[in-house]
């Protein structure tokens, strides 16, 4: 479904007194990996490792610097990111969606839910009328535990977690293929934290769309991922399946991040700690020694970047 192949992106930074010049943030350097259809692929790291510059490249907030997304709709559609027309760009968003850690946000106060809903239709190559919207719109909300006579209200009458509920159901209202969610409990109570992650799973078991899923949180990853990538300094460390890297972290990074955590439970009947510092502080204005090294593979599935280990 997706495939990403040595993927960059730096963003400039404005040149000043100090730095006549003008220099660049590495934010992601060398990153390929793939995902399956209705796969739920995690990417876990410290902050500022490049894990929403990643996601957002894959919808074209901003463009490539090197390497390629593509991704391939149920159809066979092949969608190269970094060269779609506008056209083409937009029909990708209906079929890849974004969900954000902050619903407050990104919900519009002025709008009513039926038109936070409805307004996904904008990508849609038909808008299916407005009463056909509208019962859409109403079962969606249902999907999402809420009541369909909630169309009319604002968001500004929700619960942060029913809010999110809102940000789902208006991310599948076009049935996406690919659901990015970018943090999206990490603003939520730990007890809501598991109802969301259960309606995202049971979701994925009805509609079947795959999810890139952006947490600190390695416990909420590690229970929802199917396979997991760590990202350190723009690149991917290691990716294997997350049974797999819970009970056997191989690169010395992954160690670190799973040792940091006293316990991860799969069940998630705790929560699960965060993410300490690996070495020195690692300055984004350097492109990192080894940008671009292919990771190795160390068993089925489970593959390892040679840099910083002795794989
Ligand atoms: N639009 C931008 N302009 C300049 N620098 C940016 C921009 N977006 C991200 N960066 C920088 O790129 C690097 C990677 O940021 P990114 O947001 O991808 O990290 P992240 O892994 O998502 O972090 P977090 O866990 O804090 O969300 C950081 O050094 C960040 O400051
Ligand atoms: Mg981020």
Redesign the pocket.
Known sequence: MLEISNLYKA?S?EAGFFAPVGRY?Y?VNGVSFSMKRGEIFGLV??????????ARLVVRT?PIDEGSIVFTDRNGRVFDIGTLDHKRLKLLRSKVKYIFQDPAKSLNPRMTILQVLTAGYRYQESWPGKRRAREEAAEMLREVGLSPDDLDRRPADFSGGQRQRISIARALITRPELLICD?VVSALDVSIQGQILQLLLRLREEYGFGMLF?A?DLAVVSYICDRIGV?YR?MLMETAPARRLIETPTHPYTKHLYTSVPQIDLQRKTTGGRITRFGEIPD?TVRPPGAGTALMQVAEEHYVSPLFSSV
């Open positions: 963003f930074l943030v934010a790291g410290e902050s500022g490792c490049g894990k929403t510059t990643t901003y943090e952006i600190h990202m723009g984004p």
